[in-house]
């Protein structure tokens, strides 16, 4: 491996495993917090090792989770996780230095028409999104389905320039990512009502809809992640937006929020009563 591989992967393989299962769309268990529920079956996890009770093997480290869940190989596990969760990479004085992003060149999955109805049925029904609000993203063009039959959220930024989309596997396989090339720090999926000074961060597209389908008198909007300091936010701040950071209801959660209000005192923390705000409107 040249030296340049061995650093990025040196960065990336102490990425909260956490992170890595719910970015995948692992789902917690609600009485045991150390048990995941994956694509590839029943998962623990215990600092940074993971054991795989379904199918009985194990491994440590981001960068084996990935390949283990996806079936990767390791470069594209690598190159994977430095485009989805280069803002959860701890730094070190050894790693000054070393970038830690790919640079790649941004494109959208090309729309399929064929598997918007499989999108818009997993969003109802799976996920009870008001048909509403999914129908209006539709129409917009913000939400269209791709030939993997994954849901695709366009981030936007100034001028609503497309900078970036959220994709969230809605077949057999339940994963979450983003298109390669994306630009979190240029922008964000939102949805919001007009003339309100409200902003709730959530950590995806997923949880802005439920919050907003809950509580529809803000902006609700998506840090793609447990990014505790979206580019975009301090200009909000400036304008005299009210703030709340309402990430989910468990560790990672909360490091990210403790950090961002650590950043910007003027944010204030929404915490949702369960993991999440989709298991709060599914409960509804």
């Given at each position: 491996m040249c030296?340049?591989?061995?650093g990025k992967a040196d960065l990336v393989r102490d990425i909260d495993l956490i992170e890595v299962l719910k970015?995948?769309?692992g789902s917690r268990d609600h009485h045991d917090r150390?048990?995941?529920?994956?694509c590839q079956g029943v998962i623990s996890v215990t600092g940074q090792k993971f054991t795989n009770w379904t199918k009985y093997v194990g491994g440590g480290g981001a960068i084996d989770l990935v390949m283990h869940l996806k079936e990767w190989n390791f470069m594209s596990a690598?190159?994977?996780?430095l485009e989805n969760l280069s803002s959860s990479i701890?730094?070190?004085p050894a790693h000054v230095g070393i970038k830690p992003t790919v640079k790649s060149i941004f494109k959208l999955p090309e729309k399929d028409g064929r598997n918007l109805s499989k999108?818009?049925?997993?969003l109802r029904y799976d996920r009870c999104i008001p048909v509403v609000l999914v129908n209006g993203l539709i129409r917009s063009g913000r939400l269209y389905a791709d030939k993997r039959c994954n849901a695709v959220f366009l981030l936007l930024g100034k001028e609503k320039k497309i900078v970036g989309a959220e994709l969230r596997g809605t077949s057999?396989?339940?994963?979450?990512?983003m298109a390669p090339g994306s630009c979190k720090k240029s922008g964000a999926f939102y949805v919001k009502r007009?003339?309100?000074?409200k902003i709730v961060l959530c950590e995806s597209a997923i949880d802005a809809l439920s919050y907003f389908a809950l509580r529809p008198d803000c902006i609700a909007a998506s840090t793609s992640g447990t990014n505790p300091k979206p580019e975009w936010l301090s200009a909000f701040i400036a304008r005299g937006f009210e703030i709340f950071c309402g990430f989910d209801n468990d560790e990672a959660g909360e490091k990210a929020a403790i950090k961002m209000i650590h950043l910007y005192p003027v944010v204030r923390r929404l915490r949702p009563i369960k993991n999440d705000w989709n298991e709060v409107l599914r409960s509804q």
């Open positions: 030296e340049d591989m061995r970015r995948c769309g150390a048990k995941w529920y994956t690598l190159s994977w996780l701890i730094r070190s999108v818009t049925d997993y057999h396989s339940r994963w979450h990512g007009q003339h309100t000074k």
